[in-house]
């Protein structure tokens, strides 16, 4: 499923819980925040003035710090 | 502490770091990404997108995209989360991929569905688009969700974001300053434990109701990097004011008050009939409750270059006739001009109000005017100005609270 260029977390409750390997498209993983959810993907400006998406790094073990310049 | 932390595991590669900064001006983050030499990828949320409401939020995330620690000490993350190995998850390829928005496509949807989450997205797309006056147009599109859902708290936050962006920028339209704070005002209303917009008004708000000073570090900054032999990043806007106040709690009176009086009582300096300057006054909270503080803050701008500051004259001065029920418990009243002989730049003074805890619900004005020497650009004609203004002030008990 794709997404308009955020991972809207409302819209996507499964009631699927987690923990499978492999799923079907019928029974999806959650997408959010919480442990096992698939975190939500996004589309953001960088630093640098490129967009990015949090799907680029798959494959990689990824520490998201959310936080403030002030 | 973090990036001590994680820079090692990074250099190994074990760890990929990135970092999403919630921040109004990006390049602020610019410098202090600059001043803590962070090499990480960083990405912007200014319109809050992720719906954060805390920071620092750090969240562990494995090969396939599954949260595995919701919030990690930076302590525990070799042995809780890279010494782990995690089940692949699979999934469709397309499923859960931010796509690059469609414009047209949102538009239409947000025709078709008139729900307040379609023109919302709608909204936070056109923000992030390279349209010329994509502030005005996202401003509408989430004005549109705030009439289908007026609990829409997202809706109200980002219209603020837009709002300020514009409010900075040549496409600004009087009173943008004002109704961002008020927006917010609104969104804090909605929700108030979201720290995110808390700190958005806190950021602009009243000494009364700071954590701290939002901005301590940037003089630091600038002075470790130049230290360094590096250049640091260009801020287009200043931090200033309450930006820069730090916090103070009830019953404070501030010492550095400036001597003032009142230098034209009778009106006798020539009016600014031509509109050379510009004044945007813009009051946080928009809303004040009785007892609480309001900080006052006065925007100068030339007006479409018609005229410089003249700085080999007095200071830009600020005078506020207050009636008994308020206190004055901060002010700059000029603003000190800069050592060239003229310039163009924006000025800002603050003016920080105590109101008393007897005061009714009540919209009123303070009558105020400002002094300026300008140079106009044509004929080089150079004057002393005044200019007249009024400070309207919202008394409301149930408006929310900043702290």
């Known amino acids: ?70 | 502490m973090w990036q001590k932390l994680v820079t090692p595991l990074v250099n190994k590669g074990d760890l990929t770091v990135i970092g999403v900064v919630q921040e109004q001006h990006p390049e602020r983050a610019m410098l202090y990404r600059q001043w803590r030499q962070l090499d990480w990828p960083i990405y912007v949320d200014s319109l809050n997108l992720l719906n954060v409401s805390v920071v620092p939020w750090p969240t562990a995330i494995d090969e396939s995209g599954v949260v595995r620690h919701a919030s990690i000490s930076p302590n525990n993350l070799k042995v809780e989360f890279l010494n782990q190995n995690y089940p692949h998850t699979i999934v469709p390829a397309n499923y859960n991929i931010a796509d690059q928005p469609d414009l047209s496509q949102l538009r239409l949807r947000s025709r078709q569905q008139s729900n307040a989450s379609a023109w919302r997205d709608l909204g936070d797309a056109l923000c992030l688009s390279d349209n010329k006056d994509k502030e005005t147009q996202a401003i509408d599109a989430y004005r549109r969700a705030i009439t289908l859902n007026p609990m829409d708290g997202r809706a109200y936050f980002r219209t603020g974001v837009a709002l300020r962006r514009r409010f900075e920028s040549p496409q600004r339209q009087p009173g943008d300053g004002q109704r961002a704070v008020l927006q917010w005002g609104r969104a804090l209303n909605v929700n108030p434990n979201q720290y995110i917009w808390r700190r958005r008004l806190q950021q602009y708000g009243p000494r009364l109701d700071k954590p701290y000073n939002f901005y301590f570090w940037i003089d630091q900054a600038r002075t470790d990097i130049l230290n360094r032999g590096e250049v640091p990043v260009q801020l287009p806007i200043e931090p200033a004011g309450s930006e820069l106040a730090g916090p103070t709690g009830p019953g404070h009176i501030a010492q550095q008050i400036h001597p003032r009086r009142n230098v034209d009582p009778q009106g006798r300096i020539t009016r600014d009939s031509q509109h050379l300057v510009d004044l945007e006054t813009i009051l946080t909270p928009a809303q004040t409750q009785p007892g609480s503080s309001v900080r006052v803050r006065f925007v100068f701008r030339l007006t479409d270059n018609k005229a410089v500051w003249n700085n080999e004259a007095e200071d830009l001065y600020v005078w506020l006739t207050l009636s008994g029920s308020m206190r004055i418990t901060e002010a700059q009243w000029t603003y000190k001009n800069p050592p060239t002989p003229e310039s163009n730049e924006r000025r800002v003074v603050d003016v920080e109000l105590a109101l008393s805890p007897e005061m009714k619900r009540a919209t009123f004005g303070i009558p105020g005017y400002a002094l300026y020497y300008v140079c106009e650009k044509t004929g080089d004609r150079c004057q002393y100005l005044r200019h007249d203004f009024t400070v309207q002030l919202s008394v409301d008990p149930t408006a929310p609270s900043l702290r």
């Open chain 1, 1 to 70: 499923m794709h997404l308009p260029f955020l991972g809207s977390i409302a819209i996507f409750v499964s009631t699927f819980a987690m923990g499978p390997t492999s799923v079907a498209e019928d029974v999806l993983p959650t997408i959010g925040t919480g442990v096992g959810d698939l975190y939500p993907d996004f589309l953001l400006p960088s630093l640098d003035g490129k967009m990015g998406r949090l799907s680029d790094y798959r494959g990689k073990k990824v520490l998201l710090i959310n936080f403030a310049s002030w």
